[in-house]
């Protein structure tokens, strides 16, 4: 009844990479997720409401991936 999706960004293999590098990464996988959701719920959905999702979308990718960065560099 629910969607779910999954991404897997491992911060020890992108440390090396560029931030915005990062980020363009990030938000190609929220497109992903996007694509999962609007498939999922149907109908016509309007600009603003799609720009607004990949925002949400994005920022919980971003914070999840910085929240995981930096437990992994109090190791």
């Known amino acids: 009844d629910g969607l779910i999706c999954v991404v897997c960004i491992n911060p020890q293999q992108t440390k090396n990479m560029e931030p915005t590098h990062v980020a363009a990464l990030i938000v190609h996988e929220a497109t992903h997720v996007w694509q999962e959701t609007k498939q999922t719920i149907g109908g016509n959905i309007g600009n603003e409401s799609e720009a607004y999702a990949m925002q949400n979308i994005c920022r919980e990718l ?11 560099s109090e190791r």
């Open 62 to 72: 971003f914070d999840a991936y910085a929240a995981r960065a930096r437990r992994n």
